[in-house]
C-alpha cells in the first residue's frame, strides 16, 4: 500500500467510476460492521477519551444509521437537474481531508464521511491525536464494507504538518470540526491554497425557558441536553435563559436533574457522567467556573474537580444568577457546567441568546409552538429545537453561523458541499 495520500489519490479514480448503487452497497456493509463491532468500538471510546460505553454504543449505531441513510437517498440527492437548456451534473472532487476531534470519534468521522463516499470523494482522514485507536478501526471499517483499503486513510503526523497536506494539490477540499481558534488557521491555509472548506466550530447553545413552558419537561431535556458527553460538545446546552415568572421554579427542577448525574466509571453501563478527555480541559473549565463565582454568580451544585481510578472527572455543576461579563456566559464551557440567567420576557431572552461570538444551535421551551417558531426565526443560529434538544440528524443539514463556522453536514445541502455542480448547456 502506498503512503496514505497517494492510497487516497489513487482510490479516487476507481471510486469515481463506481456507480450509485455499487458505493451503497458498500455504505450499506459499513452500516453492518459497525453495529456488528459496536461494543468493541465503545470500548475504544472509554479508553482513549472516556466516553460511557453506553453511549459509544449509541454513537455507533448513529454512524451506521447514517451510512443507509446516504445509502438509500444518495443518488436522488446527486441526480441531474435538468433544465430547459442545460443539465446540472454533481461530480466528485476528488480526496478531501478530513480533520476531526476526539469527543464524538466515530460520530464526526462517519457524518462526514457516509455522503462524501456516497458522492465519489475519497478521504484522508487525520484525527486527534487521542483517539488513534478509533481512527484505525475507522479505516477497517471502510476496508472491510468495500473490499479495498484506499477509499479512506489515515494520518498520524502532529497539527503542525497539517498544512502541508492541505497545500498538496491532490487534496481538493477539508472538512474540519474542532475549536474556533484551530479552525482560524485551517481557513486561513484553505484559503491560501484555494482549498473548498467545511467548518464545524466551536458553540455557546442558548435555550430559551419562557413563562410558558411546561417546566418538568424543560428541565429534564435541559439537563440530558447539558450533560451529554460529559459536556464535551459543541452542540450541548451551555447558556439557559429563564423568563422571571418561571425561574425559580425552574432552577430547582433543574438542578433535582442535573443532581442524577453522578460521575462513574465509564465502563459501566450504568455511568452517566464519564471523565474528561483531559485534566488541561478541567482545569479550564473549573477556572471559569471560579471566576465566575468571583464576579456574582451563585453555585447551586457541583463546582469542584473529582479525581476517580486516576481519571480527571467534573461533576454536574448549575451556576444561577449568571450575566453577561462572567466567563460561563462568555466563553463556551467545554464540559458539565450549566449556566442560568435571569431575563426579563421573552425581547430580553432573544437578545442574550445572540449576544455571543457563536452561533451553532439553540432551544426554545414555550407550550405554543407558533410562538417557538416566532422566537426561532430572531435567534442567530444554524439549528434551532423547539421544546427539545438540538441534534445532528442524517436527514438534516447541520452547521453555524459566525464563529461556529460555515458550510454544513448532512442532509442534501451536505452531501453537495463536496461536488462540482457542473453546467452542461446543450
Same mark, same amino acid.
Given at each position: 500500500?502506498?503512503?496514505?495520500?497517494?492510497?487516497?489519490?489513487?482510490?479516487?479514480?476507481?471510486?469515481?467510476?463506481?456507480?450509485?448503487?455499487?458505493?451503497a452497497?458498500?455504505?450499506?456493509?459499513?452500516?453492518?460492521?459497525?453495529?456488528?463491532?459496536?461494543?468493541?468500538?465503545?470500548l475504544?471510546?472509554?479508553?482513549?477519551?472516556?466516553?460511557?460505553?453506553?453511549?459509544?454504543?449509541a454513537?455507533?449505531?448513529?454512524?451506521?444509521?447514517?451510512?443507509r441513510?446516504?445509502?438509500?437517498?444518495?443518488e436522488?440527492?446527486?441526480?441531474?437537474?435538468?433544465?430547459?437548456?442545460a443539465a446540472?451534473?454533481?461530480?466528485?472532487?476528488?480526496?478531501?481531508?478530513a480533520?476531526?476531534p476526539?469527543?464524538?470519534?466515530?460520530?464526526q468521522?462517519?457524518?462526514?464521511?457516509?455522503?462524501?463516499?456516497?458522492?465519489?470523494?475519497?478521504?484522508?482522514?487525520?484525527?486527534?491525536?487521542?483517539?488513534?485507536?478509533?481512527a484505525?478501526?475507522i479505516?477497517?471499517?471502510?476496508?472491510k464494507?468495500?473490499?479495498?483499503?484506499?477509499f479512506?486513510?489515515?494520518?498520524?503526523?502532529?497539527?503542525?504538518?497539517v498544512?502541508?497536506?492541505i497545500?498538496?494539490?491532490r487534496?481538493?477540499?477539508?472538512?474540519?470540526?474542532?475549536?474556533?481558534?484551530?479552525?482560524?488557521? +485551517?481557513? $486561513?491555509a *484553505?484559503?491560501?491554497? =484555494?482549498?473548498?472548506?467545511? /467548518? #464545524? %466550530?466551536? @458553540?455557546?447553545?442558548? &435555550?430559551?425557558?419562557?413563562?410558558?413552558?411546561?417546566?418538568?419537561h424543560a428541565?429534564?431535556t435541559?439537563?440530558?441536553?447539558r450533560?451529554?458527553?460529559a459536556?464535551?460538545?459543541?452542540?450541548?446546552?451551555?447558556?439557559?435563559?429563564?423568563v422571571?415568572?418561571?425561574?425559580d421554579?425552574?432552577?430547582e427542577r433543574?438542578?433535582?436533574e442535573?443532581?442524577?448525574f453522578?460521575?462513574?466509571?465509564?465502563?459501566?453501563?450504568?455511568?452517566?457522567?464519564?471523565?474528561?478527555?483531559?485534566?488541561?480541559?478541567?482545569?479550564?473549565?473549573?477556572?471559569?467556573v471560579?471566576d465566575? +463565582?468571583? $464576579?456574582? *454568580?451563585?453555585?447551586l =451544585?457541583?463546582?469542584?474537580p /473529582? #479525581? %476517580?481510578? @486516576?481519571?480527571?472527572? &467534573?461533576?454536574?455543576?448549575?451556576?444561577?444568577?449568571?450575566?453577561p461579563?462572567?466567563?460561563?456566559?462568555?466563553?463556551?464551557?467545554?464540559?458539565?457546567v450549566a449556566?442560568?440567567?435571569?431575563v426579563?420576557?421573552?425581547?430580553?431572552?432573544?437578545?442574550?441568546?445572540n449576544q455571543?461570538?457563536?452561533?451553532?444551535g439553540?432551544?426554545?421551551?414555550?407550550?405554543?409552538?407558533?410562538?417557538?417558531?416566532?422566537?426561532?426565526?430572531?435567534?442567530?443560529?444554524?439549528?434551532?429545537?423547539?421544546?427539545?434538544?438540538?441534534?445532528?440528524?442524517?436527514?438534516?443539514?447541520?452547521?453555524?453561523?459566525?464563529?461556529?463556522?460555515?458550510?454544513?453536514?448532512?442532509?442534501?445541502?451536505?452531501i453537495?458541499?463536496?461536488?462540482?455542480v457542473?453546467?452542461?448547456?446543450?
Amino acid at each position: 500500500m502506498p503512503e496514505p495520500l497517494a492510497a487516497v489519490a489513487a482510490g479516487f479514480v476507481e471510486l469515481r467510476e463506481l456507480s450509485f448503487s455499487q458505493r451503497a452497497s458498500g455504505l450499506m456493509r459499513a452500516a453492518n460492521l459497525l453495529e456488528a463491532g459496536q461494543d468493541e468500538f465503545a470500548l475504544w471510546m472509554a479508553r482513549e477519551m472516556g466516553k460511557p460505553v453506553t453511549q459509544g454504543v449509541a454513537e455507533v449505531a448513529k454512524c451506521a444509521a447514517a451510512c443507509r441513510h446516504y445509502a438509500e437517498h444518495g443518488e436522488e440527492m446527486l441526480a441531474p437537474v435538468e433544465l430547459e437548456e442545460a443539465a446540472l451534473l454533481h461530480q466528485p472532487l476528488g480526496p478531501v481531508l478530513a480533520i476531526m476531534p476526539w469527543n464524538f470519534p466515530f460520530w464526526q468521522v462517519f457524518r462526514f464521511a457516509a455522503p462524501a463516499l456516497m458522492a465519489g470523494n475519497t478521504i484522508l482522514l487525520k484525527h486527534a491525536s487521542n483517539v488513534s485507536g478509533c481512527a484505525q478501526a475507522i479505516v477497517t471499517v471502510i476496508s472491510k464494507a468495500f473490499g479495498r483499503g484506499d477509499f479512506l486513510q489515515a494520518v498520524f503526523i502532529p497539527g503542525k504538518e497539517v498544512e502541508s497536506l492541505i497545500a498538496d494539490p491532490r487534496i481538493r477540499a477539508l472538512t474540519f470540526t474542532g475549536s474556533t481558534e484551530v479552525g482560524r488557521e +485551517v481557513a $486561513a491555509a *484553505a484559503g491560501r491554497h =484555494l482549498k473548498k472548506s467545511v /467548518l #464545524e %466550530l466551536g @458553540g455557546s447553545d442558548p &435555550y430559551l425557558v419562557l413563562e410558558d413552558a411546561d417546566l418538568d419537561h424543560a428541565a429534564k431535556t435541559c439537563a440530558a441536553a447539558r450533560m451529554v458527553n460529559a459536556g464535551q460538545s459543541c452542540i450541548a446546552a451551555k447558556r439557559f435563559l429563564v423568563v422571571d415568572a418561571v425561574y425559580d421554579a425552574f432552577v430547582e427542577r433543574f438542578r433535582s436533574e442535573l443532581s442524577a448525574f453522578e460521575a462513574g466509571d465509564p465502563f459501566e453501563a450504568a455511568t452517566k457522567l464519564g471523565p474528561m478527555a483531559k485534566a488541561s480541559l478541567r482545569d479550564e473549565l473549573h477556572a471559569q467556573v471560579t471566576d465566575s +463565582v468571583k $464576579a456574582g *454568580a451563585r453555585l447551586l =451544585l457541583g463546582g469542584e474537580p /473529582l #479525581e %476517580l481510578r @486516576g481519571k480527571s472527572y &467534573y461533576p454536574a455543576t448549575l451556576l444561577v444568577d449568571v450575566v453577561p461579563g462572567m466567563r460561563v456566559f462568555d466563553e463556551e464551557t467545554f464540559g458539565p457546567v450549566a449556566a442560568v440567567t435571569r431575563v426579563k420576557n421573552e425581547a430580553e431572552a432573544i437578545e442574550l441568546a445572540n449576544q455571543t461570538p457563536f452561533g451553532l444551535g439553540a432551544a426554545v421551551f414555550s407550550a405554543d409552538e407558533k410562538r417557538g417558531r416566532r422566537v426561532a426565526e430572531h435567534l442567530d443560529t444554524g439549528t434551532v429545537a423547539i421544546n427539545g434538544q438540538v441534534v445532528s440528524d442524517p436527514r438534516f443539514p447541520f452547521g453555524g453561523v459566525k464563529d461556529s463556522g460555515w458550510g454544513r453536514e448532512l442532509g442534501e445541502h451536505g452531501i453537495r458541499e463536496f461536488v462540482n455542480v457542473k453546467t452542461v448547456r446543450v
